[in-house]
C-alpha cells in the first residue's frame, strides 16, 4: 500500500535487532571469575543450560576473553543436549559466521530446532528467513505461522511483523484492523518500529478511524527512541502543522535529527529549511549541504534542489554541467526529452557536454545500484 512519506520499516531491520545471543540471566546473576569458574564446573559435568551460559560469556567476552571458537564449543554442546538457547545461539552464530564459517542454512536448521520448542526470538528469527528466502526458499505462508507462534507469546518485533503481513496481505487475506490490533501490542510494548507503524495507520486511517493527534503521538514516542523515520514524520507533522500547532523550529530540530542518521527525506526538507530560512537561520551553504547528501543516496527532490542551485550558482559555483547531471538523475524514469528545465540547461551546453553527463549519471546509477546490493545484516549481543 502507498504511503507518501511514511514508509514501513523492513523486516532487514527487525532481523537485525532480534538475531542476538540468549543468557536468560538476570541482573543479579551477572558473571564474576569466583561464579564462572563454579558454571564451567557445572558446564563440564554436563549442565546444558551452564554449558549455553559460558558460550555467552565466551561470545561477550564476560570474565573470560572473547573466544568465539570456543563459545561454539560450548554451544553445540548445549544445542546437542536439545536446549533451545543453545540451539538458538548456535543459529546466531552460525547466521554471523563467528567462530565458524556462515551458514544460512544451517542456522534457519537450529532455529527452527528451538522454534519447536517455544522459543519465541527463534520462532521470530525463523520466520523472517523464510520471508525474506534467507537460506531457504520464500515461504510466507510458514513465515505467516512462526510469527503467529512469536507474537502470542508476546514478543514485540513479531507482533509487528504479523501485523505488516496483515496490512499488506501477504500469506493472508488483508485485514487492515487486524493490522492495527497486532501494531498496538508492539507498540503498547515500546517497540519503536510498532508505535511508527501504528502511527501510519493513523495518520492514513487505515483499519481505524484517522487521527493526526494519535499518529503524532505514536510518531514522538518512536522519534524519542532515536527512530529516523519516526523523527522525520514527526517533522514533518510539525512543519505542516498536522496534528500538533505548527512549529518550525521544532520541525527543525526533528528533521535534524533524522538527517543527522543519514535519512535522505530529512536531509532535503532540512535543506529547504535552510534554503527559505524557516524554522533555522537562514544559510544557503547548509543548504546546499543537505541538499548534496541526499542527492548522493539517491532523493530525487534533493537532486532538482541541487541543480537549481548549479544552474544559478547560489551557495556554489555556477555550474552548468553539473547542474544537467543532478537534473537528469532527478528525473528518474520520466522522459528526459519532456522536462523543460533540462530543455533549458541543454541548450546551453556543447553535445560533447551533453554526452558526458548522460555516461557520469549513466555510472552513477550502476554504482548506486551495485552499493545496494551489498547491504548485509549486522546482528548485534544483548543480555
Given at each position: ?202 495518520s492514513h486511517g487505515l483499519g481505524v478511524a484517522q487521527d493526526h493527534a494519535k499518529a503524532a503521538e505514536c510518531f ?72 548534496s547528501k541526499a542527492a548522493e543516496q539517491g532523493d530525487h527532490d534533493a537532486q532538482a534542489n541541487l541543480s537549481y ?75
Amino acid at each position: 500500500m502507498n504511503r507518501p512519506w511514511l514508509h514501513v520499516m523492513g523486516l532487514v531491520f527487525v532481523l537485525a535487532s532480534v538475531l542476538t545471543l540468549r543468557a536468560d540471566e538476570e541482573p543479579k546473576d551477572r558473571l564474576d571469575a569466583r561464579s564462572f569458574a563454579d558454571l564451567l564446573r557445572k558446564a563440564q559435568r554436563g549442565d546444558h543450560r551452564a554449558q549455553n551460559r559460558v558460550g555467552v560469556a565466551f561470545s561477550r567476552g564476560e570474565v573470560v576473553g572473547l573466544d568465539p571458537p570456543e563459545a561454539m564449543h560450548w554451544f553445540l554442546k548445549a544445542a546437542a543436549a536439545g536446549d533451545p538457547r543453545g540451539e538458538y545461539n548456535l543459529g546466531v552464530m552460525l547466521y554471523r559466521g563467528t567462530g565458524v564459517n556462515r551458514n544460512l542454512a544451517e542456522a534457519l536448521t537450529w532455529f527452527e530446532k528451538a522454534a519447536a520448542k517455544g522459543l519465541p526470538e527463534a520462532q521470530f528469527n525463523a520466520g523472517c528467513f523464510y520471508e525474506l528466502g534467507i537460506g531457504v526458499p520464500q515461504n510466507l505462508g510458514r513465515a505467516l505461522a512462526l510469527f503467529y507462534d512469536a507474537a502470542s507469546q508476546g514478543l514485540a518485533p513479531a507482533q509487528n511483523n504479523l501485523g505488516r503481513l496483515y496490512e499488506t496481505g501477504e500469506a493472508v487475506v488483508p485485514d487492515l484492523r487486524m493490522a492495527v490490533k497486532w501494531y498496538t501490542k508492539a507498540a503498547k510494548q515500546g517497540d519503536a518500529i510498532g508505535q511508527f507503524d501504528l502511527g501510519t495507520m493513523y495518520s492514513h486511517g487505515l483499519g481505524v478511524a484517522q487521527d493526526h493527534a494519535k499518529a503524532a503521538e505514536c510518531f514522538r514516542l518512536a522519534a524519542e527512541q532515536g527512530d529516523a523515520k519516526a523523527q522525520l514524520a514527526v517533522g514533518d507533522l510539525y512543519r505542516v502543522g498536522l496534528g500538533v500547532a505548527k512549529d518550525e523550529q521544532v520541525a527543525a530540530m526533528w528533521l535534524g535529527k533524522a538527517a543527522e542518521q543519514g535519512e535522505a527525506a530529512a536531509e532535503t526538507r532540512l535543506g529547504v529549511l535552510y534554503l527559505t530560512g524557516k524554522g533555522v537561520v537562514q544559510d544557503d551553504s547548509m543548504a546546499a549541504a543537505w541538499f548534496s547528501k541526499a542527492a548522493e543516496q539517491g532523493d530525487h527532490d534533493a537532486q532538482a534542489n541541487l541543480s537549481y542551485l548549479y544552474e544559478s550558482g547560489r551557495s556554489v559555483s555556477r555550474d552548468l554541467n553539473r547542474a544537467y547531471l543532478w537534473r537528469l538523475l532527478s528525473l528518474e524514469t520520466r522522459a528526459p526529452e519532456k522536462d523543460e528545465k533540462l530543455s533549458k540547461l541543454a541548450r546551453q551546453l556543447s553535445e560533447d557536454d551533453i554526452a558526458e553527463a548522460e555516461r557520469r549519471a549513466s555510472e552513477w546509477r550502476t554504482a548506486h545500484v551495485s552499493h545496494a546490493a551489498e547491504l548485509q545484516l549486522a546482528p548485534s549481543l544483548r543480555p
